[in-house]
């Protein structure tokens, strides 16, 4: 079981946005959104970035609006191809 754990970053999970209230949670802000996707793109679940659910729906919304921004990916796949594409 432990073996498991050290999978996922050490520190203890605590909702980040809670315990730095001057971090703000905005699509303008990629930076730090980007921490609470995986490489794909993908938004990580809540029990793995230990947000607390307030916050994870904030994240969740702006991350999507991110997306529609152009600032961030939707899928790994999808960037590559766009690359891919501009190259030829
Ligand atoms: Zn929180």
């Known amino acids: 079981m ?3 754990r050290k999978k996922f970053a050490p520190r203890r999970k605590f909702c980040r946005f809670c315990a ?3 971090l703000p949670i905005d699509y303008k ?3 730090i959104l980007r921490d609470f996707v995986n490489e794909r ?4 679940a809540r029990r793995i970035t230990g947000a607390c659910s307030r916050h994870q729906r904030r994240l ?3 991350i ?3 997306r529609q921004m152009a600032l961030m ?3 790994a796949v999808h960037a590559s191809e766009v690359k891919k594409k501009s190259v030829i």
């Open 2 to 4: 432990t073996v498991f």
């Open 20 to 22: 730095d209230k001057d």
């Open 29 to 31: 802000r990629p930076d």
């Open 41 to 44: 793109g993908k938004i990580i």
């Open 60 to 62: 969740t919304v702006e």
């Open 64 to 66: 999507k609006r991110a």
């Open 73 to 75: 990916i939707y899928t």
